[in-house]
């Protein structure tokens, strides 16, 4: 049975959770529209002024328009607006503050739901989809459908900073996303995560398989280039497959400076994403281009332009361009494998996805529940929200 516990009443014996609305102040307003204007940007390349050519990163004539329009026409003020029509708290779990925001649904029986981000994202990659959750009957579904949202943000991202310690990798973010749950009065529960959020999900349901309802991945196609790598090649593959894997691990690896450099120097690339808004945005827009599906000139094509700032904008304001770079380092000398296997129902759902995924990432479908979708990308509540919601729903429904 889903616990619905009065939550005035369940944090008896802890330190209550602290109402949070976001308020960025004024003084940091300016500031950010002060160093915009004052950008000291590259000189361009006579023979490379293509502002849609991201082959070398992001050119500059896309990132002069961009920035342009964070400093005069993004309304942060209205974005903030939006953030703050749903609850949000501050809890402080091992030491450390978390930020949560959390969605109840008035539907009785609705399933408390986690949702984990990774990088570059924050807890504004799901907010198109969160009032589709909480509310279904409005949004294409019925009562069965109802979640209770719940979206921590990991240690060093957003409003869970500054970070008071080391440590924090996926076992211990994992750990306290638990007891957050606890806290909220949700004994069993639903998880869903991209990115370094699906190791979050994956090792919650490997090591409390009694709590968990289901684990839900998010996915896309470039997760074949961990094969040959981290994971094994199947047996079954034939040279032509081995080939194919291999192009796409090619391909990725051109996409891997960032991976590197937060894996092993955080703090060297943190300040200069703390000291420059310019370079913070380019840090993060690049990965909207690449990492996002389908063909299209500059990532505002397949994300919205202003969500988009919205995310970026968190970072800066909360200084997590160089406490996030720290769950990099952190992960890399944790020794902990990203796909835990888990002894509770599982589901993926692969976005922009590749002919070769299921066999080379479950090769003895052993995924209980396994979509593919030629649509979307590494942010699909972003990219394709109704897409990744219809996929929740059809996995959860009918589980407790």
């Not at 330190?15 to 960025?24: G, L, N």
């Not at 989809?129 to 109802?146: K, M, R, T, Y």
Request: net charge negative; with cysteine.
């Amino acid at each position: 049975m889903i616990a619905t516990t009065n939550p005035l009443s369940i944090f008896d014996g802890y330190e209550s959770p602290k109402p949070f609305r976001i308020h960025v102040a004024q003084a940091d307003l300016d500031d950010l529209h002060e160093r915009l204007a004052r950008t000291r940007w590259p000189h361009s390349i006579p023979d490379f002024e293509d502002a849609t050519d991201f082959s070398r990163g992001v050119p500059l004539g896309y990132w002069q328009d961009l920035a342009e329009y964070w400093r005069g026409d993004f309304d942060w003020r209205a974005q903030e607006r939006a953030l703050n029509a749903h609850e949000q708290f501050t809890m402080d779990v091992d030491g450390q503050t978390f930020h949560v925001l959390h969605a109840r649904s008035l539907v009785p029986g609705a399933k408390p739901l986690l949702l984990n981000h990774g990088w570059p994202a924050s807890f504004v990659e799901y907010t198109r989809i969160i009032n589709s959750l909480v509310d279904p009957c409005a949004h294409g579904g019925d009562e069965a459908d109802a979640f209770h949202v719940v979206i921590p943000s990991p240690p060093g991202f957003g409003f869970s900073t500054p970070l008071v310690s080391t440590g924090w990798e996926v076992a211990r973010t994992s750990s306290a996303y638990a007891e957050i749950l606890t806290r909220l009065g949700y004994e069993r529960f639903a998880t869903h995560g991209t990115d370094t959020g699906a190791g979050v999900s994956l090792r919650l349901g490997a090591t409390l398989p009694e709590r968990v309802i289901g684990v839900h991945v998010g996915s896309d196609g470039r997760a074949l280039a961990m094969v040959g790598n981290k994971y094994p090649y199947p047996d079954d593959f034939s040279p032509e497959d081995i080939a194919e894997v291999e192009r796409v691990r090619r391909s990725d690896a051109g996409e891997r400076g960032y991976f590197e450099v937060q894996n092993h120097h955080p703090a060297t690339i943190g300040a200069a994403l703390t000291d420059s808004p310019v370079g913070q945005l380019a840090w993060i827009v690049e990965k909207f281009q690449t990492w996002t599906g389908g063909p299209h000139s500059t990532p505002d094509e397949v994300v919205d332009r202003d969500q988009l700032l919205t995310n970026v904008s968190l970072y800066w304001f909360t200084r997590a361009g160089a406490s996030s770079a720290q769950f990099y380092y952190e992960a890399e000398h944790s020794q902990l494998d990203w796909l835990a296997p888990t002894g509770v129902p599982t589901g993926w759902a692969v976005f922009d996805t590749h002919p070769l995924m299921r066999r080379a990432m479950d090769p003895w479908n052993a995924v209980d529940h396994w979509s593919e979708f030629a649509l979307g990308g590494h942010f699909p509540a972003m990219e394709q929200p109704d897409l990744l919601v219809g996929d929740l729903r059809a996995f959860f429904r009918g589980r407790t």
